[in-house]
Nanobody, 123 residues
Framework: QVQLVESGGGLVQAGGSLRLSCAAS????????MGWFRQAPGKERDFVIS????????YYADSVKGRFTISRENAKNTVYLQMNSLKPEDTAVYYC????????????????WGQGTQVTVSS
């Protein structure tokens, strides 16, 4: 079992930045691909960004390329999401996810989910 706990959400003005963190329990963090998904009210949960087990590969949704970056510290069992140039359309609950697969770009590839953290971007 892996437990994921997100932190760092909040309210920010358009153009601002936020960094989300996701702390994972357990000793097998480095064996999981990690990612972030988001869900706006009335919409489905969508893929945002992910990183491979070693951190060598990253995958992005087109909507966040050039603005969001993901990184991980396996020694700290933590993955980070740095969000820059935020837009009102980035407003959503952001969920951390872990997958035992090599890739994580779809919700059905995730084995574990965090509880989510709210990000609100005001115009």
């Amino acid at each position: 079992q892996v437990q994921l706990v997100e932190s760092g959400g909040g309210l920010v003005q358009a153009g601002g930045s936020l960094r989300l963190s996701c702390a994972a329990s357990g000793r097998t963090f480095s064996t999981y691909a990690m990612g972030w998904f988001r869900q706006a009210p009335g919409k489905e949960r969508d893929f945002v960004i992910s990183i491979s087990r070693s951190g060598a590969n990253t995958y992005y949704a087109d909507s966040v390329k050039g603005r969001f970056t993901i990184s991980r510290e396996n020694a700290k069992n933590t993955v980070y999401l740095q969000m820059n140039s935020l837009k009102p359309e980035d407003t959503a609950v952001y969920y951390c996810a872990a997958s035992g697969s090599s890739y994580l770009t779809r919700t059905d590839e995730s084995d574990y989910w965090g509880q989510g953290t709210q990000v609100t971007v005001s115009s």
